[in-house]
């Protein structure tokens, strides 16, 4: 079994940038993916990134704005999120073996993102 611990997540002004930490216990041989819940919304995904890190994807709405990264040494993968706007705001999860039904292999705890108008 594998444990992933987001960090973080804080409360920022629209037009600033933070950089999410997902770290697991274990070496994991997966894609790995980030994916948000808003009150009142479903999950939705907003990126994941293969194990070499080569092919990378993105949800339409953070495209160009939001970078997955990850270190492998380190079990590690992160999320670089600029240009943030208020509809941003979320709990931010990260996963293993993401699925594009929105199922996962394991998932963080989460870590919430607040940006402010």
């Known amino acids: 079994q594998v444990q992933l611990v987001e960090s973080g997540g804080g409360l920022v002004q629209a037009g600033g940038s933070l950089r999410l930490s997902c770290t697991a216990s274990?070496?994991?041989?997966?894609?790995m993916g980030w994916f948000r819940q808003a009150p009142g919304r479903g999950r939705e995904f907003v990126a994941a990134?293969?194990?070499?890190?080569?092919?990378?994807s993105y949800a339409d709405s953070v495209k160009d704005r939001f970078t997955i990264t990850r270190d492998n040494a380190k079990n590690t993968v992160y999320l670089q999120m600029n240009l943030l706007k208020p509809e941003d705001t979320a709990v931010y999860y990260c996963?293993?073996?993401?699925?594009?039904?929105?199922?996962?292999?394991?998932w963080g705890q989460g870590t919430q993102v607040t940006v402010s108008s």
């Open positions: 990134i293969s194990w070499s890190g080569a092919t990378t």
């Open positions: 274990a070496r994991t041989f997966n894609t």
């Open positions: 996963a293993t073996g993401p699925r594009a039904s929105g199922t996962a292999d394991y």
